[in-house]
């Protein structure tokens, strides 16, 4: 049996069987994107549930992990150099175990770049420009009497989505046929307009390649399970 008591993330949320990856998640769009890809690449993992409560993502044993204080996190006791190994940033995790199940990052060169790509796309403005949109539209910034914001972020959102409504034209998948990490990445913040209420705002129903797309992504029994893995309570 593993010994992962070098991991003080583990005297808060032992480990039941730490021969498998530990994960240290909530089900946001960010959190879903490993549970997801863990069900998709049929790797053993057991999910442990890190509300985003100060008390736990502030805590010093998750902080000790991840010292950006932010989920998705995990420990995999099989790392790559024969040692346990600790991770944090969705993206990253994503192409780490991609790697290492050897899956969804692309059969050849080309397709692992492109893959990678698309990931950096969502990693790098799809999510953080909907993540505001949703402040400024939904939460505390809706309140704010200068609308400019707001409608800053909507517009990027827009754009954002006008960018991905033209690359799927004709594919299933971001990349072509091939379902990847970068779909994974991509697929569970386009549901968040869902909880943002943000679908008619943005003109949703126009973009039809994403409408199909998502309908796509959702029909996979890995994505089901990985959307309430962990639970929230």
């Known amino acids: 049996m593993t010994d992962l008591s070098a991991f003080p993330i583990t005297k808060k949320w032992p480990a039941a069987n730490p021969d498998v990856i530990q994960l240290y998640s909530f089900p946001t769009p960010n959190g879903v994107k490993v549970s997801i890809a863990l069900e998709e690449m049929g790797l053993p993992y057991e999910a442990h549930t890190v509300t985003l409560s100060d008390a736990d993502v502030k805590s010093a044993e998750f902080l000790s992990l991840n010292p950006n204080n932010k989920i998705p996190a995990i420990i995999d006791p ?85 960018v991905l409504n033209l690359e799927l034209a004709g594919k299933d998948w971001i990349t072509g046929a091939n379902y990847s990490i970068a779909d994974i990445a991509i697929a569970p913040w386009l549901r968040a307009l869902d909880f943002y209420g943000a679908k008619e705002e943005l003109g949703w129903s126009d973009h039809t390649n994403l409408v199909d797309y998502l309908a796509r992504f959702m029909d996979r029994p890995a994505v089901q399970k990985g959307l309430v893995t962990p639970p929230r309570s």
């Open 78 to 162: 099989d790392g790559p150099d024969g040692a346990p190994i600790g991770l944090f940033e969705s993206g990253a995790i994503l192409i780490y175990l991609a790697e290492k199940s050897g899956t969804l990052l692309g059969n050849t060169a080309s397709e692992r770049a492109q893959t990678i790509q698309w990931l950096m796309f969502q990693m790098g403005g799809l999510g953080p420009m909907f993540g505001q949109m949703g402040f400024f539209y939904k939460f505390a910034g809706s309140e704010w009497e200068d609308k400019r914001p707001q409608q800053r972020y909507l517009d990027e959102a827009r754009r954002l989505m006008g």
